[in-house]
């Protein structure tokens, strides 16, 4: 039985599993999955596989549905590599299998998620999400379980070659700027907690592009942001590109990165609500001490009176 406590890639919680060897993408391995080994859809039950962003919208566009049916049909709340950032998970069935798993194989096989696209080769990111312009050291590792009967396959693969079967690299670029900002975020550990309208945002924005866009849009958005009309144009129609925006948001909203600038007028605006709230909280501060000097003056003067 595959292990049950896998997360975003399916790796980190199962050590005894992970060959203890960093693999290049020149390195050569052993593995092939196809319905004649005994193991077949295994790996399809009892295991976490949460959504990227890009899966999402891949496979809410695959089964022809909207973001919030697809999420209510198919997914189960979670939240993303022990933070607080809220996302979600396939829902598995009632015998704890994916709902997109028959005997044949796999029914959304060309769109399936990252996390079925990586096995069984993870990618260890060091330091990612860390300081900007820090590069994180990667390589890459096997993982080899008990049950799997692919390893014991003749078919010969390069970690490069496999991953560009797989088409992981195509996920690994759509998810890079995603999984930075929850990278990041696990950075900061649990000693800062994040606002709930901050963890509505953040779902919002890595769930539904039709959703973000109206908010875009429709909203204020537009009087704060500065945005430049080419990537408006783009942003307007197209769902990749509204996905990408979004994480830029998200960068800059959680982390005040450079990736999204605040209109010059909406900062100016902004120190002078903070130069009034100052200014009045002065004056309060200052009618507050006289009411005190008043209310001690006349106390003096009842205390005299009663002598």
């Given at each position: 039985m595959a292990d049950k406590n896998k997360t975003?890639?399916?790796?980190?919680?199962?050590?005894?599993?992970?060959i203890p060897k960093k693999y290049t993408l020149d390195s050569k391995i052993h593995f092939r999955c196809h319905p004649g080994v005994s193991?077949?859809?295994a790996c399809c039950g009892h295991i976490d596989i949460i959504l990227t962003p890009f899966d999402i919208l891949r496979l809410r566009k695959h089964v022809n549905l909207s973001a919030d049916e697809f999420l209510l049909r198919f997914t189960t709340p979670t939240y993303v590599e022990k933070t607080d950032l809220p996302g979600v998970k396939i829902h598995l069935d009632k015998?704890?299998?994916?709902?997109?798993?028959?005997?044949?194989?796999?029914?959304?096989y060309s769109e399936r998620p990252s996390a079925c696209r990586y096995y069984p080769i993870g990618m260890a990111n060091f330091h990612e999400g860390g300081q900007e312009g820090i590069q994180s050291e990667k390589f890459f590792f096997i993982v080899k379980e008990d049950h799997c009967k692919g390893h014991e396959e003749?078919?010969?693969?390069?970690?490069?070659?496999?991953?560009?079967d797989q088409g992981v690299d195509l996920c690994d670029q759509m998810n890079k700027e995603w999984l930075e900002i929850v990278m990041r975020r696990r950075s900061f550990g649990q000693q800062a907690s994040m606002s709930e309208q901050a963890q509505k945002m953040f779902f919002m924005a890595s769930t539904d592009t039709d959703k973000f866009r109206n908010f875009v849009f429709n909203?204020?958005?537009?009087?704060?942001?500065?945005v430049d009309q080419e990537t408006l144009d783009k942003i307007k129609e197209d769902d990749i590109e509204m996905m990408l925006f979004s994480f830029?948001?998200?960068?800059?909203?959680?982390?005040?990165?450079?990736?999204?600038?605040?209109?010059?007028?909406?900062?100016?605006?902004?120190?002078?609500?903070?130069?009034d709230k100052k200014a009045s909280a002065e004056v309060k501060a200052e009618e507050t001490y006289k009411e005190l000097l008043d209310q001690r003056d006349m106390l003096a003067e009842s205390l005299k009176n009663n002598k």
């Open positions: 975003l890639f399916g790796f980190d919680t199962n050590p005894t599993s992970i193991c077949f859809t015998d704890g299998r994916c709902p997109f798993v028959t005997d044949e194989g796999c029914t959304i003749e078919t010969e693969w390069t970690i490069k070659e496999w991953r560009a909203s204020s958005f537009l009087d704060t942001y500065d830029r948001y998200l960068a800059s909203a959680l982390f005040g990165t450079q990736d999204l600038q605040i209109k010059e007028e909406k900062i100016k605006e902004r120190v002078s609500q903070i130069d």
